[in-house]
T-cell receptor
Framework: GENVEQHPSTLSVQEGDSAVIKCTYSDSASNYFPWYKQELGKGPQLIIDIRSNVGEKKDQRIAVTLNKTAKHFSLHITETQPEDSAVYFCAASIGNQGGKLIFGQGTELSVKP | GAGVSQSPSNKVTEKGKDVELRCDPISGHTALYWYRQSLGQGLEFLIYFQGNSAPDKSGLPSDRFSAERTGGSVSTLTIQRTQQEDSAVYLC????????????????FGPGTRLTVL
């Protein structure tokens, strides 16, 4: 079945450094790839998403890259701040019909001041 | 504007009891999703409603789980004869899904209901 693998499961960086989280997906028909940030006790919040017709998207300190050939996509956070500490989830749409998403297992990011 | 809301925020129940979890999607959103998140795990798809179409129930783990969506808005997830392994956070999301659209639309999540089965 469809699968999304996310790495690493935990990531610790110093404030100001960059953080990179990587995901691979199995369904070649996937066309939508969102990233969510989840803080303790809260629901996931969308931070950035990318569709399969582009290879890169940037929003201030956050960027996402997509390699359709290799079926992987990555989240890049630059100039990390302590408030970036949270669990980050990647997801991929299942096929290109309907709205179902399959999620990675999450990355716990810790930014040390 | 108002986001997705869920109630209750926490629910503690005894094994064997039935529970109902409620989701109010963002006004105007036609698609609604339920996910389950076990401790320290990713999100597991349960069920998906889109407009007046038959729901996609492919993720429901057993026939003890069911969901309905009344009037195209509020949804209720029901778990019958709860088991301890049902303990998890149940998350609801909604999206503005255009009929026949090719692209998957952004899903906005509620805060979740934490279910504990003793």
């Amino acid at each position: 079945g469809e699968n999304v693998e996310q790495h690493p499961s935990t990531l610790s960086v110093q404030e100001g450094d960059s953080a990179v989280i990587k995901c691979t997906y199995s369904d070649s028909a996937s066309n939508y790839f969102p990233w969510y940030k989840q803080e303790l006790g809260k629901g996931p919040q969308l931070i950035i998403d990318i569709r399969s017709n582009v290879g890169e998207k940037k929003d201030q300190r956050i960027a996402v890259t997509l390699n359709k050939t290799a079926k992987h996509f990555s989240l890049h956070i630059t100039e990390t701040q302590p408030e970036d500490s949270a669990v980050y989830f990647c997801a991929a749409s299942i096929g290109n019909q309907g709205g179902k998403l399959i999620f990675g297992q999450g990355t716990e990011l810790s930014v040390k001041p | 504007g108002a986001g997705v809301s869920q109630s209750p925020s926490n629910k503690v129940t005894e094994k064997g009891k039935d529970v109902e979890l409620r989701c109010d999607p963002i006004s105007g959103h036609t698609a609604l999703y339920w996910y389950r998140q076990s401790l320290g795990q990713g999100l597991e798809f349960l069920i998906y409603f889109q407009g007046n179409s038959a729901p996609d129930k492919s993720g429901l783990p057993s026939d003890r789980f069911s969901a309905e969506r009344t009037g195209g808005s509020v949804s209720t997830l029901t778990i019958q004869r709860t088991q301890q392994e049902d303990s998890a956070v149940y998350l609801c999301a909604s999206s503005l899904e255009l009929a026949g659209g090719f692209w998957t639309d952004t899903q906005y999540f509620g805060p979740g209901t934490r279910l504990t089965v003793l």
